[in-house]
């Protein structure tokens, strides 16, 4: 019971602190201290979101921009996980890459811009790739770091139960490292949305970040805030709906933690 009103508090107290943003946000700009146009009152943005909704361009552009940081993500992050616990796990093949691998995280995606162009051209590739190589490195650290640094003792326990090479690292060493991968593909999500924005400007046609470049062309700075809240929203939504998949995945995952909070 106390974990489930702790729980009702944090909902309350999220609600309670965005409401007062934005009656603070409202408030500001129709005191006349700021020029509405530069920063338009957040009625003004949800007048310009409802004109975008009920012609269908919103929607358009969401569920590109959805499919591009979804399929970027999951390349991103199924190659980093996989190169993590494949380094982790093979010191000589971690030995012989990893310098390679450090220099290229030292690269911004967004220096890939012009080559993901001239690579995969205009279309989907290049915005894909450019969100797969953001989402690669945050992961593949993690993951690097969970295997690499498994509790030993779990390690010792599971062999002396004969558990041995991929059984070890399906059922001992993965286990040990969910924590760190979890945290690893947590960050990727938001990774993935940041630069989706700078992917769509390499010659998109459609998606939030093109209606976000569109409106500054056209100085349209309220659908410019649409875009903005869209971003956050669907950052915000995609944070809750993977912790939600990693809870009904892995109901393990965080139940110590509960306990103590309802304890």
Avoid: C
Wanted: hydrophobic residues 55%.
């Amino acid at each position: 019971m106390t974990a489930r009103r702790g729980r009702r508090l944090s909902v309350s107290l999220g609600i309670a602190g965005t409401t007062l943003f934005f009656i603070g946000w409202e408030a500001l700009s129709r005191s006349g201290l700021v020029n509405t146009v530069m920063l338009p009152a957040p009625t003004t943005v949800i007048q310009a979101a409802w004109a975008l909704s009920t012609s269908g361009q919103l929607l358009f552009h969401l569920v590109a921009s959805l499919w591009r940081s979804a399929a970027g993500f999951a390349t991103g992050g199924a190659l980093g996980v996989l190169l993590g616990l494949t380094m982790a796990r093979l010191p000589r093949f971690s030995d012989t890459i990893y310098p390679l691998v450090q220099m290229a995280r030292a690269i911004p995606a967004l220096a890939f811009v012009p080559l993901a162009v001239f690579w995969f051209g205009i279309g989907e590739g290049s915005k894909i790739f450019l969100i797969a190589w953001g989402v690669f490195f945050p992961t593949w650290v993690n993951t690097f770091i969970g295997v690499r640094d498994a509790n030993e003792l779990l390690i010792r326990a599971g062999a002396s139960l004969g558990a041995r090479g991929w059984r070890m690292t399906a059922f001992v060493i993965i286990p040990s490292a969910l924590p760190f991968i979890i945290a690893g593909l947590r960050i990727s999500l938001a990774v993935a949305l940041m630069i989706l924005v700078a992917a769509e400007l390499t010659g998109a046609v459609f998606g939030v970040g093109y209606l976000i470049q569109m409106s500054q062309m056209v100085f349209r700075v309220d659908q410019m805030f649409v875009g903005l809240v869209v971003l956050g929203v669907l950052g915000f939504a995609s944070d809750l709906l993977f912790n939600r998949i990693v809870a009904l995945l892995l109901p393990w995952y965080g139940a110590e933690r509960t306990r103590e909070t309802s304890s």
